[in-house]
């Protein structure tokens, strides 16, 4: 029996698929696994028998991921659940960038009470809300992931010409993308070629002020920026003083911050990208499927702190030993040393200072797991 706690309202699309053999909500005590949207988890302790914490969403930055590293928890996120909820809001993002949106629906609020003369007002007053169109500019993209690259694919097909960088990009990512996206060398040659702006990685100290003051001047004048990925990627303060001087035409973002809400030219979301039904149930699904695999099997599909892994299981009489250590030579093969069985099949993988390594064994002493525990650099053994 596995036991799940619930920091958080999550999709009971997702939480169905947790069998009979589990036991979720938000009052379950010594959880085997947590099950987290936005709740901050950075002033929780966790209990010794806590294995993983599984993110609905792609941004883990509500949980301590280092802390999570240090007691062999593994920490899950759900990339791509909500990619095609956030695109929407971006490709909307850009339309209420040029077209003066808001503010025309905000003037037309001021007409009532006007009776007949309505409809010769908003002619006469409706030239003050010209904005160019999407189709023959040129967007550029930055971070080609699940939403990037989804975002640049309809720019194209609203007949924009796109640019793209992502030093991270993935080979089945490539071929997702649609050849008409030019991809650049870097950061910089993306943000002065572009009319458009978009941004989609996460919030890093590389990442942090991305867009800053220097990189702005660069920019071509009239420059419309979106933000929908993490707040602390636009300098707010650089931002403010390039919409003042007209360098930057507007600026668009998911992330309120105190100095950005009612300023000229800014348009603020409350935080919308993921917020449809379909995301929140494509995101609880993923999460718990996650968490089902990793507790039943010791898999791992999309983890942000351990490596991915995956490894079939080769006989149902067989002892799978999961063990997280830390990513030093010659610790596998003293690990090895302490397995008393015949080692069927095994896989192993590292991810900067830790590494996962999945050993099927036939004929093992459940004892091993003691002494594979003892072993100088371990952090966790599972037997399953």
């Known amino acids: 029996m596995f036991n799940i706690l619930?920091?958080?309202?999550?999709?009971?699309?997702?939480t169905s698929r947790l069998g009979e053999n589990y036991t979720y909500g938000d009052d379950v005590q010594n959880p085997d696994a947590v099950?987290?949207?936005?709740?901050?988890?950075?002033?929780?302790?966790?209990?010794?028998?806590?294995?993983?914490?599984?993110?609905?969403?792609?941004?883990?930055?509500?949980?301590?991921?280092?802390?999570?590293?240090?007691?062999?928890?593994?920490?899950?996120?759900?990339?791509?659940?909500?990619?095609?909820?956030?695109?929407?809001?971006?490709?909307?993002?850009?339309?209420?960038?040029?077209?003066?949106i808001t503010e025309g629906i905000d003037w037309a609020k001021t007409l009532k009470g006007n009776g007949d003369a309505v409809g010769k007002m908003v002619e006469k007053g409706k030239s003050q809300f010209v904005g160019p169109e999407l189709k023959g500019k040129t967007l550029g993209v930055i971070g080609l992931g699940a939403i990037g690259i989804l975002v640049a694919n309809c720019a194209v097909a609203l007949g924009m010409k796109v640019v793209g960088?992502?030093?991270?990009?993935?080979?089945?990512?490539?071929?997702?993308?649609?050849?008409?996206?030019?991809?650049?060398?870097?950061?910089?040659?993306?943000?002065?070629?572009?009319?458009?702006?978009t941004i989609h990685v996460p919030l890093t100290p590389d990442t942090k002020d991305l867009v800053d003051a220097d990189m702005i001047a660069k920019m071509r004048d009239g420059v419309r920026i979106l933000n929908f990925s993490r707040d602390g990627l636009v300098n707010?303060?650089?931002?403010?003083?390039?919409?003042?001087?007209?360098?930057v035409a507007k600026y668009v973002t998911d992330f309120g911050t105190d100095d950005i809400l009612g300023e000229e030219n800014v348009i603020c979301m409350p935080h919308l990208g993921a917020s449809t039904p379909e995301s929140e149930e494509n995101c609880a699904?993923?999460?718990?499927?996650?968490?089902?695999?990793?507790?039943?099997?010791?898999?791992i599909i999309n983890s942000v702190n351990y490596p991915a892994i995956s490894l079939a299981r080769t006989s149902e009489g067989d002892t799978r030993f999961c063990v997280m250590h830390k990513n030093v030579p010659e610790?596998?093969?003293?690990?090895?040393?302490?397995?008393?069985?015949?080692?069927?099949?095994m896989l192993s993988k590292s991810r900067g200072d830790y590494a996962y390594t999945i050993i099927d064994?036939?004929?093992?002493?459940?004892?091993?797991?003691?002494?594979?525990?003892?072993?100088?650099?371990?952090?966790?053994?599972r037997v399953i």
Request: charged share 25%.
């Open 165 to 197: 960088f992502d030093p991270f990009m993935s080979v089945p990512n490539a071929l997702r993308l649609d050849p008409a996206v030019k991809l650049m060398k870097s950061n910089e040659e993306v943000m002065v070629n572009c009319d458009y702006l």
């Open 285 to 299: 699904v993923m999460a718990c499927d996650q968490v089902m695999e990793y507790l039943e099997n010791g898999n």
């Open 6 to 14: 619930t920091l958080n309202k999550i999709s009971s699309i997702g």
């Open 361 to 381: 064994v036939a004929g093992a002493d459940k004892a091993d797991a003691d002494k594979i525990a003892a072993v100088d650099g371990v952090i966790r053994v």
């Open 35 to 100: 099950l987290v949207r936005s709740a901050s988890m950075h002033e929780m302790e966790f209990d010794s028998n806590l294995l993983a914490i599984a993110r609905a969403g792609a941004g883990t930055n509500n949980i301590p991921k280092d802390k999570c590293s240090e007691q062999g928890i593994v920490v899950f996120n759900t990339p791509g659940a909500n990619a095609n909820a956030v695109k929407e809001l971006v490709i909307a993002g850009m339309l209420l960038a040029s077209r003066k």
């Open 236 to 247: 707010s303060t650089a931002v403010l003083e390039a919409l003042k001087s007209g360098k």
């Open 331 to 345: 610790l596998l093969k003293k690990v090895l040393t302490e397995i008393s069985g015949n080692v069927e099949n």
